[in-house]
């Protein structure tokens, strides 16, 4: 008799545990399920923009390439596309009555949600990122331009196995992105400046990376000169503006704050032109193309070892058997890394994405 009290009391135990269980899971409504399903959903998008942040914040890594390995480039190309002027006029009028059906459809057309929060993600890691990097570059240039030589080396090296540049088009190709990079980066930022038409310039063109996996839109800024500027002043800028929120002067914020639009002016541009362009080039001539800008990451690495030179001049060194060897060592880690990423990834193959 004792036994059968006791399974009774464990059976109704456990009835009530169940029933319990099944009472807390039936009181969530379908609506609050689809709530924590799309929280879910649009933290996994900010998290995935973070990681694409982190890459372009970086020479040699292509925030287009993590894209790519997250499932959602063919997602990020085809909001890029939808936008244009006829739909960014259509949200701009929807705060006036009867235009707001409008404004909603062309958010849904370009797929808005999904674009401000990755958007927000790429722009943590960016302020984050490119903070670390400028600290490095003004205080341990050897190893900051070494690592990215490794970067930019073993990219090039990965990209190249994968064009074909065998007919006298597509040498020719190569040769012009070889030469125009050499003769260029390292002495760009002498030769055009940092006005304000060089910033919207410099956004407009890094932008176009954004549709080219294997492609670093901070080295697009490494071969115009403009990187070290901008990383500069975006650090600089986030700190008028935790100033200002504190009750610091307004001119530090006004004065950074206007590259960093013209910046992002240049970019939004770029969304229009830049990018449409090398599309454009992609769809008549893709492997000359692909030949081109390839041959373009290789002819950049002339710049990592003049910044560096450049560098250890303002700081009143020189090249030392010592300096040369933490840069190679530098290099072979950053080299590493990004051979690393394609054999886990197998994304050498940038024709693929596009």
């Known amino acids: 008799m004792s036994k059968e009290r006791d399974g009774s009391r464990a059976a109704s135990e456990t009835s009530d545990v169940g029933t319990s269980r099944g009472g807390t899971e039936a009181s969530r409504s379908p609506a609050e399920t689809s709530h924590q399903v799309a929280t879910s959903s649009w933290l996994v998008v900010y998290l995935k923009g973070v990681c694409m942040g982190a890459a372009d914040a970086v020479p040699g890594v292509s925030g287009g390439t993590i894209a790519l390995v997250t499932g959602i480039y063919e997602r990020l190309i085809a909001a890029i596309t939808a936008v244009s002027p006829a739909r960014i006029r259509a949200v701009l009028l929807g705060i006036l009555p009867g235009h707001?059906?409008?404004?909603?459809?062309?958010?849904?057309?370009?797929?808005?949600?999904?674009?401000?929060v990755l958007g927000a993600g790429?722009?943590?890691?960016?302020?984050?990122?490119?903070?670390?990097?400028?600290?490095?570059i003004e205080t341990m240039p050897v190893l900051t331009f070494g690592f990215f030589f490794g970067l930019i080396a073993a990219s090039a090296w990965v990209l190249f196995s994968e064009v074909?540049?065998?007919?006298?088009?597509?040498?020719?190709a190569a040769v012009a992105g070889f030469v125009f990079a050499?003769?260029?980066?390292?002495?760009?930022a002498a030769t055009l400046g940092d006005g304000l038409p060089v910033t919207v310039l410099a956004g407009a063109i890094s932008v176009s990376a954004m549709i080219l996996p294997g492609i670093s839109g901070s080295l697009l800024l490494v071969i115009l000169g403009q990187y070290e500027y901008m990383t500069g002043t975006l650090s600089a800028f986030v700190d008028a503006l935790l100033a200002t929120v504190t009750g610091g002067p307004l001119a530090p914020l006004?004065?950074?704050?206007?590259?960093?639009?013209?910046?992002?002016?240049?970019?939004?541009v770029g969304l229009f032109t830049v990018a449409h362009a090398v599309r454009w080039a992609l769809t008549r001539a893709r492997t000359a193309t692909l030949a081109f800008l390839v041959a373009l990451i290789v002819g950049a690495l002339r710049a990592p070892v003049v910044r560096t030179g450049e560098q250890l001049t303002e700081l009143g060194r020189t090249w030392t058997p010592t300096a040369v060897a933490a840069f190679v060592a530098a290099a072979v880690?950053?080299?590493?890394?990004?051979?690393?990423?394609?054999?886990?990834?197998?994304?050498?193959?940038?024709?693929g994405g596009i």
């Open 100 to 116: 707001r059906d409008d404004a909603a459809d062309a958010l849904r057309a370009v797929d808005a949600g999904f674009l401000v």
């Open 122 to 136: 790429i722009a943590t890691a960016i302020v984050t990122v490119t903070r670390i990097v400028h600290t490095g």
């Open 333 to 351: 880690v950053g080299a590493v890394l990004v051979v690393l990423l394609e054999h886990y990834t197998g994304i050498a193959d940038i024709d």
């Open 254 to 268: 006004r004065e950074h704050g206007i590259v960093v639009v013209a910046f992002i002016t240049g970019a939004f």
């Open 164 to 172: 074909a540049v065998d007919t006298p088009a597509r040498a020719a």
């Open 182 to 188: 050499f003769v260029v980066s390292g002495r760009a």
